[in-house]
């Protein structure tokens, strides 16, 4: 079955944008971008969180590339212009659940809050994957929205990347 | 000049301890042990925070073993009954950045909320060390109060424990 995958940059208090989405404190480099490369290469689908997409869109870059398909949730979204980008108003979690089940790659979730939450406390989320930034923030956008139940995770990998930054990659026990 | 330590163990998504104080997530192995040792060794000093020294003291933990010097940071007691104990009622990064000049081994911050805070703004704090366990338990007691100024650190560890976890020590830049 493909795998849904969740994760990004963090600080180490676990956020991953400052309170202004600000992002001067990520580090690339050339071991950051294999990793990137590594995951984008095993994915066809991206699952956009409201906010995210409205984020990507406003930078420009509100649309998939060939081959890949995105889904964006929504209730309050009416359509979604871009081609290859469909909006989904049902309950995530069945969605996805469902997703799961076609062929296909792994699937990469873009959402910083409470679309990850949803997806959390539906157990369709299979793998974690933060690269952990030297860095405080205080305050932002936060990895892991408080309230979700509690998750057991095992850790499959645990390796310093270039410029601080350590690449902690877990399953999610169901 | 003697080092001040924050940390202890914590969930992937920053808890320190569950909603309600749940601490039935921690992993107990040798290599911990070890961890811990090698922390109490180079301490000499434990700063609590009101709330941990309370939660200390209704576990019967509210002393502290000879040799081993206990300030408690709290505007709203008013006295500790606890030999080797003082009860510090001033600035709290104010204190302990005189505390940093006078002789002696290493402090450890023993407080998962406002003291870390008030120490991490008041840029008295010199190392981070977390032992990050693979669970999310959704919300609890925060490693990192919100609020707190952007913090650069360096990474100087990171090393796979028993049971999954991962030990992080940071040094904090200045």
Redesign the interface.
């Given at each position: 079955m493909r795998k849904v995958v969740y994760g990004g940059a963090c600080s180490?208090?676990?956020f991953m944008a400052?309170p202004n989405g600000e992002l001067d404190?990520l580090v690339f480099s050339k071991d950051v971008q294999k990793e990137m490369a590594r995951t984008w290469a095993s994915s066809d689908t991206l699952l956009f969180g409201r906010r995210t997409w409205e984020g990507a869109v406003a930078q420009g870059g509100g649309s998939t590339t060939p081959g890949v398909k995105g889904y964006v949730f929504s209730r309050t979204l009416t359509s979604i212009a871009e081609p290859g980008v469909e909006l989904i108003r049902d309950d995530a979690g069945t969605f996805v659940h469902a997703l799961k089940l076609q062929p296909g790659k792994d699937m990469v979730v873009m959402s910083g809050g409470n679309l990850a939450r949803s997806l959390?406390d539906a157990g369709v989320i299979d793998e974690?994957g933060?690269n952990?930034h030297?860095?405080?923030?205080?305050?932002g956008v936060p990895?892991?929205v408080?309230?979700?139940?509690?998750?057991?995770?095992?850790?499959t990998e645990?390796?310093?990347l270039d410029g601080?930054?350590?690449l902690?990659i877990?399953k999610v026990k169901h």
């Open positions: 180490l208090d676990g400052g404190w959390f974690i933060l952990v030297p860095v405080l923030l205080g305050s990895a892991f408080s309230g979700a139940r509690r998750t057991q995770l095992e850790l645990c390796r310093k601080g930054c350590v902690l877990y």
